[in-house]
């Protein structure tokens, strides 16, 4: 063995030997605190340590509840018809009608035997015999 191993050999004892140790001053501390290993498996030792001191806690009172005395108030009455109101009085002067006429006549008053209807627009027929002899040429341009 090298001097490498004897080194990681003094270390690895160390951390061991520290950690046993801190194990032993935990149980320590636990014992002292009432929490040291129980007589039974499922809880603590039922020795108590050191005397009980009562000591008074602040007391917290509820908020005042006030119960009002119930009131009972008779049913609403609905009756099927509106109560009749006092009749309105009639308009001091009457509202006179305002009809504008439109300048365009509607179409169901114009009869058709007094405007004719308008001849349809003729279509301009260009007749051109096809180019046989040159369908199907491709120009190269790009030469």
Do not use: Y
Not at 77 to 84: D, S, T
């Amino acid at each position: 063995m090298g001097l490498v191993d004897n080194v990681n050999l003094l270390v690895a004892s160390l951390d061991l030997k520290l950690v046993q140790l801190v194990r032993g001053a935990m149980r320590a501390a636990d014992a002292a605190g009432g929490r040291g290993c129980s007589a039974h498996p499922l809880g603590p030792a039922p020795t108590p340590v050191g005397r009980l001191v009562h000591r008074p806690q602040s007391r917290i009172d509820p908020r005042p509840v006030i119960h009002p005395t119930p009131r009972f108030e008779p049913r609403p009455v609905l009756h099927p018809r509106p109560a009749e109101a006092p009749p309105a009085a009639p308009p001091a002067s009457p509202e006179v009608p305002r009809i504008t006429r439109s300048p365009l006549e509607p179409p169901w008053k114009v009869l058709p035997w007094e405007a004719p209807p308008a001849l349809p627009p003729k279509t301009k027929i260009i007749v051109k015999p096809p180019d046989l002899p040159n369908k199907g040429r491709l120009f190269d341009v790009f030469i």
